[in-house]
């Protein structure tokens, strides 16, 4: 039996709301270093959602043997540099302007997919008669 938790719409909602929060850490530790000398601002790699429909999210199980097998997703959030200015003369490269716009989409994402689990969460609840 599959719960709640299990279903690949909800994982997928997951593992987004988790790369959103891993995201909102690097930004914020950009915007900390933004008068360190030598710093350059990091970003994660965006998801891929054709990567994430490839993995499948949590393993199903096959019951028949015309079922798809679908190989669980690992999920490894990639940080990267990223050189959107130029650096000043202590070679620091953090825009507080852009990172200040990362912050607010993020948040404003991980709003979206917080709200979309829950009205998930609420349909199943009624779909079930809790």
Known sequence: MT????????GMLRERMTWLNRRQDLLSENI???DTPGYVAR??????????????GPSLAVT???HI???PHAASFGEQATQDVE???NGNAVSLEQEMIKVSETQAQFQAAANLYAKAMTLMKTAIGH
């Open 3 to 10: 719960t709640m938790p299990e279903l690949p719409l909800l």
């Open 32 to 34: 900390a270093n933004a």
């Open 43 to 56: 970003d994660l790699k965006p998801l891929d959602f054709a990567d994430a429909l490839k993995g499948g």
């Open 64 to 66: 028949n043997a015309r």
């Open 69 to 71: 097998a679908i190989a």
């Open 87 to 89: 650096s000043s003369p």
